[in-house]
């Protein structure tokens, strides 16, 4: 089969380590609908049928499914004695597939993944991409991930500085920023069903945290902060919009629940859980606070600013690279809740600055943080791992 140009048609093996939905699994879809069918054919590998294998298959791309293990940090020898055991059976069959599929390039989409991909596409002798999207501290798992990566892509400048730490090449490192579908968060007016549903009065100031809900995004931070804002801004309302995803902390809800009571605002904060509509979450949203400070991106902070919203963030990492304190939105110092108090609080009182912050946010995401140049980006790694493989 012939692609562009009388060029034989490439195929992509994509690697995930979740058949469900969150940011990586966005930048799946993203990287499945970035590619040119008459030059690539993508075959998505996950470990079970979930949303995500329908979203890809919107795509154009084949899924198909392996038990690829998430691992979880633990010293228990019974537990570790289980993921060597089912390394020693998913890598075998992995190369198996990339050979009898006659894949061309492949892309380990998580640390988890390219754990699993890379030494198999070693095996099969293809060329693999890891995408990077984490500042998790890896131990010794990360000189291992980077050797087995032909070309590592890295979300943010933060994080190409963490793999830099490890990677023992630094030419084979690459910052590819992910991409925002503008048009999908143009405001639309759906806010007004977010708006019924959870009975939000007309005068609300609606602050948002969007995000997993695990411990490192910084959950209370955001409820320290949303204490202090209610002193200042009596219309002020908080929605959490969130779950955990993968269940790693049993009763942390229940815990920020109870944390929000504790503080004397639990009717004043709304936990929606997770939330599929995030364009109208963003459409009735009047600021996004952004509280982790180890962001390595930050998708929801160019989501919201796509959507014309002013952000406050922490001022570091992912974060800080998207936004320009002052000009598009504020960054503030990380794990100040005071300072993420005056800052949502000057925007409740100042709605010409909050309009024109979030003017200027969704000019900066359309023009810097596009698909287009996501697309362009991701396609050029490609032709760079397979020149370089001499193929």
Same mark, same amino acid.
């Given at each position: 089969?012939?692609?562009?140009? %009388?060029?034989?048609?490439?195929?992509?093996?994509?690697?995930?380590?979740?058949?469900?939905?969150?940011?990586?699994?966005?930048?799946?879809? @993203?990287?499945?609908?970035?590619?040119?069918?008459?030059?690539?054919?993508?075959?998505?590998?996950?470990?079970?049928?979930?949303?995500?294998?329908?979203?890809?298959?919107?795509?154009?791309?084949? =899924?198909?499914? =392996?038990?690829?293990?998430?691992?979880?940090?633990?010293?228990?020898?019974?537990?570790?004695?289980?993921?060597?055991?089912?390394?020693?059976?998913?890598?075998?069959?992995?190369?198996?597939?990339?050979?009898? #599929?006659?894949?061309?390039?492949?892309?380990?989409?998580?640390?988890?993944? $390219?754990?699993?991909?890379?030494?198999?596409?070693?095996?099969?002798?293809?060329?693999?991409?890891?995408?990077?999207? @984490?500042?998790?501290?890896?131990?010794?798992?990360?000189?291992?991930?980077?050797?087995? *990566?032909?070309?590592?892509?890295?979300? *943010?400048?933060?994080?190409?500085?963490?793999?830099?730490?490890?990677?023992?090449? $630094? $030419?084979? +490192?690459?910052?590819?920023?992910?991409?925002?579908?503008?048009?999908?968060?143009?405001?639309?007016?759906?806010?007004?069903? =977010?708006?019924?549903?959870?009975?939000?009065? &007309?005068?609300?100031?609606?602050?948002?945290?969007?995000?997993?809900?695990?411990?490192?995004?910084?959950?209370? +931070?955001? +409820?320290?902060?949303?204490?202090?804002?209610?002193? @200042?801004?009596?219309?002020? +309302?908080?929605?959490?919009?969130?779950?955990?995803?993968?269940?790693?902390? $049993? %009763?942390?809800?229940?815990?920020?629940?109870?944390?929000?009571?504790?503080?004397?605002?639990?009717?004043?904060? =709304?936990?929606?859980?997770?939330?599929?509509?995030?364009?109208?979450?963003?459409?009735?949203?009047?600021?996004?606070?952004?509280?982790?400070?180890?962001?390595?991106?930050?998708?929801?902070?160019?989501?919201?600013?796509?959507?014309?919203?002013?952000?406050?963030?922490? %001022?570091?990492?992912?974060?800080?690279?998207?936004?320009?304190?002052?000009? @598009?939105?504020?960054?503030?110092?990380?794990?100040?809740?005071?300072?993420?108090?005056?800052?949502?609080?000057?925007?409740?009182?100042? #709605?010409?600055?909050?309009?024109?912050?979030?003017?200027?946010?969704?000019?900066?995401?359309?023009?810097?943080?596009?698909?287009?140049?996501?697309?362009? &980006?991701?396609?050029?790694?490609?032709?760079?791992?397979?020149?370089?493989?001499?193929?």
């Amino acid at each position: 089969m012939v692609g562009n140009g %009388g060029g034989k048609l490439k195929t992509v093996a994509i690697v995930n380590h979740s058949a469900y939905g969150g940011g990586a699994e966005q930048g799946m879809v @993203d990287i499945a609908s970035c590619l040119d069918p008459e030059e690539y054919r993508v075959l998505a590998v996950l470990p079970e049928r979930g949303d995500l294998a329908e979203r890809l298959e919107g795509t154009g791309a084949e =899924v198909i499914t =392996v038990p690829l293990k998430r691992l979880k940090k633990t010293a228990n020898p019974f537990t570790l004695a289980g993921y060597l055991y089912t390394f020693g059976r998913v890598v075998p069959r992995l190369a198996r597939i990339f050979r009898e #599929r006659e894949i061309d390039i492949v892309h380990a989409n998580s640390n988890t993944a $390219q754990l699993y991909a890379g030494p198999a596409a070693k095996v099969a002798g293809k060329p693999c991409v890891w995408h990077s999207r @984490d500042l998790v501290n890896l131990g010794p798992l990360g000189p291992l991930l980077a050797r087995t *990566s032909d070309l590592t892509i890295c979300i *943010s400048d933060a994080v190409l500085k963490h793999v830099s730490s490890f990677s023992s090449n $630094q $030419q084979k +490192l690459v910052r590819i920023y992910n991409g925002i579908d503008v048009e999908k968060y143009r405001t639309t007016g759906q806010g007004e069903l =977010v708006v019924r549903e959870m009975k939000i009065g &007309a005068e609300r100031f609606v602050v948002a945290s969007v995000g997993q809900l695990v411990p490192w995004k910084k959950h209370r +931070l955001f +409820l320290d902060s949303a204490l202090l804002i209610a002193g @200042d801004v009596p219309e002020a +309302l908080f929605l959490v919009v969130g779950d955990d995803m993968f269940g790693d902390h $049993q %009763g942390y809800i229940k815990e920020l629940k109870g944390y929000a009571a504790e503080l004397g605002i639990a009717e004043r904060v =709304v936990f929606t859980g997770n939330r599929e509509d995030m364009g109208a979450i963003y459409d009735c949203t009047d600021v996004l606070a952004h509280t982790a400070s180890a962001e390595p991106f930050g998708r929801v902070v160019a989501e919201a600013m796509a959507a014309g919203k002013p952000v406050v963030a922490a %001022g570091s990492c992912g974060p800080s690279e998207i936004i320009r304190d002052g000009e @598009d939105g504020v960054l503030v110092e990380p794990d100040d809740p005071a300072a993420v108090a005056a800052a949502v609080t000057e925007l409740a009182h100042d #709605r010409d600055l909050a309009v024109r912050l979030g003017t200027a946010a969704r000019e900066r995401i359309a023009r810097d943080f596009g698909l287009g140049a996501f697309s362009e &980006a991701i396609r050029e790694a490609y032709r760079r791992v397979w020149e370089e493989k001499g193929s």
